[in-house]
């Protein structure tokens, strides 16, 4: 059983910066394709970033050139670096990982951006 435990979220004001941490507890994290969505109250989770096994990172538009995804596999970690934050960024954050048919969920962490 693959168990995610996101961290690093909180309220910060317009414009400024977070990094969130997704810890995964597994042996073969290297295998995963990792990603991060997001999801506020009433509408659906959504896709943010993936980053491949390989090391390849994909962005969803309205994210890109503000947030950066990454990986560090030797603490079994993802990382997602998200800079000049704005109110529309306030969301629930969670951590997704996939290995073949297998999908495995965090429990989230909030992002709040406010003044």
């Known amino acids: 059983q693959v168990q995610l435990v996101e961290s690093g979220g909180g309220l910060v004001q317009p414009g400024g910066s977070l990094r969130l941490s997704c810890a995964a507890s597994?042996?073969?994290?290297?295998?995963?394709?990792m990603g991060w969505y997001r999801q506020t109250p009433g509408k659906q989770r959504e896709w943010i970033a993936s980053?491949?096994?390989?090391?390849?990172?994909e962005y969803a538009d309205f994210v890109k050139g503000r947030f950066t995804i990454s990986r560090d596999n030797g603490k079994s970690t993802v990382y997602l670096q998200m800079n000049n934050l704005q109110s529309e960024d306030t969301a629930v954050y969670y951590c997704?990982?996939?290995?073949?048919?297998?999908?495995?969920w965090g429990q989230g962490t909030q992002v709040r951006v406010s003044s």
């Open positions: 997704n990982g996939q290995r073949f048919e297998n999908s495995y």
């Open positions: 980053i491949r096994p390989s090391g390849h990172a």
């Open positions: 597994v042996r073969a994290f290297s295998l995963l394709a």
